[in-house]
């Protein structure tokens, strides 16, 4: 099993443009742009840096990272974005959902942005296309919207009996759109009622689960969201407390007592990320670098939550988890 290693130090760098005149003028300064809680990540900071080793450019030798976290309120993500190209930074990254991307891209058109998301950046408009994105913008995603027909299906494999299906999404985040679309088109091919709730507050998820429970859902797919990462926690109580087996698309959604998770593996995407802001550093345009499409994804499995519910986890579906928690 693998542990979570909180990354320290994610918080707001406002003492750091005094520091920056003190460093040697070859140290090279880029922004760091965060929408989801900073204990949120775990070892996608450490990849960052990895690929960013891999082009050249270590932290506190020949880079300095300035970081700015909205800490799960996407509404602070416009005026962040601001201070990085006030500051004036490098290159910006731009990670933790679409609205980090756009407001980032709404701030500048001129300084470099590399992202890491979940959504179609085409679709929402962040670039012109995969292999030529255009503009100043380019990165990974991993097309987040795409993994919720997967995630349906390891969902039936645990509930086979499963006939209405619940969606929770956050409108906020852009690929929402695209998430409903893929799990209705799915659960149209299977013959499945769905169920769909939207949350933009605290309040809202109360409400969603309330309909949930009326409805008499046998499963629940919980969508990519800045928001639904603030409120973790929440979310795995309230499907614990319904007894609704829930998949989501974090893994800590899982280690901290959901029942599984599906989705990218976050640390490679951030690792390409690094790599592509080395490249940049070097002399790359943003616009002559095609978007990196993940490749590499991740199922954690709580077999202790399942045992919970009264759910049997076939052998096989545990022989394909990433990580089983017992």
């Not at 959902?97 to 679709?123: N, R, W, Y």
């Not at 280690?255 to 599906?262: C, F, K, Q, R, W």
């Amino acid at each position: 099993m693998r542990r979570r290693e909180f990354i320290a130090g994610l918080g707001t760098a406002a003492a750091w443009p005094v520091a920056a005149r003190a460093q040697p003028q070859t140290m090279q300064v880029i922004g760091l742009l965060v929408g989801q809680p900073s204990g949120t990540l775990t070892g996608q900071l450490e990849a960052f840096r990895q690929g960013l080793s891999e082009g050249g450019f270590v932290e506190g030798r020949n880079l300095a990272i300035v970081y700015r976290s909205a800490e799960g309120r996407p509404e602070r993500l416009p005026a962040l974005a601001l201070e990085l190209v006030g500051i004036p930074v490098a290159v910006i990254v731009a990670v933790g959902g679409d609205v980090s991307v756009l407001s980032a891209k709404a701030a500048t058109a001129t300084i470099p942005i590399v992202f890491e998301t979940g959504g179609d950046p085409v679709e929402t408009g962040i670039v012109a296309s995969l292999n030529r994105p255009g503009g100043n913008v380019t990165g990974a995603s991993f097309l987040g919207s795409m993994v919720a027909a997967k995630q349906l299906s390891l969902l039936r494999d645990v509930v086979p009996d499963l006939a209405t299906l619940g969606l929770l999404l956050n409108p906020t985040n852009p690929s929402s759109v695209l998430t409903a679309r893929d799990v209705r088109v799915a659960v149209q091919s299977l013959g499945l009622k769905l169920v769909t709730a939207d949350a933009v507050s605290d309040g809202d998820i109360d409400k969603a689960f309330g309909q949930f429970v009326e409805q008499r859902i046998d499963g629940l797919i919980i969508g990519s969201a800045i928001f639904f990462n603030r409120n973790r926690a929440r979310l795995v109580a309230l499907a614990a407390k319904h007894a609704i087996p829930s998949i989501f698309n974090g893994r800590e959604f899982a280690t901290d007592g959901g029942l599984m998770s599906y989705g990218p593996d976050n640390r490679d995407a951030y690792r390409q990320a690094g790599q592509y802001v080395a490249r940049i550093l070097n002399g790359d345009k943003p616009a002559d670098l095609p978007v990196i499409q993940a490749t590499k994804f991740e199922l954690i499995v709580n077999l202790k939550t399942a045992k919970t519910l009264g759910l049997a986890v076939r052998p096989s579906l545990l022989a394909l988890a990433d990580e089983v928690i017992e």
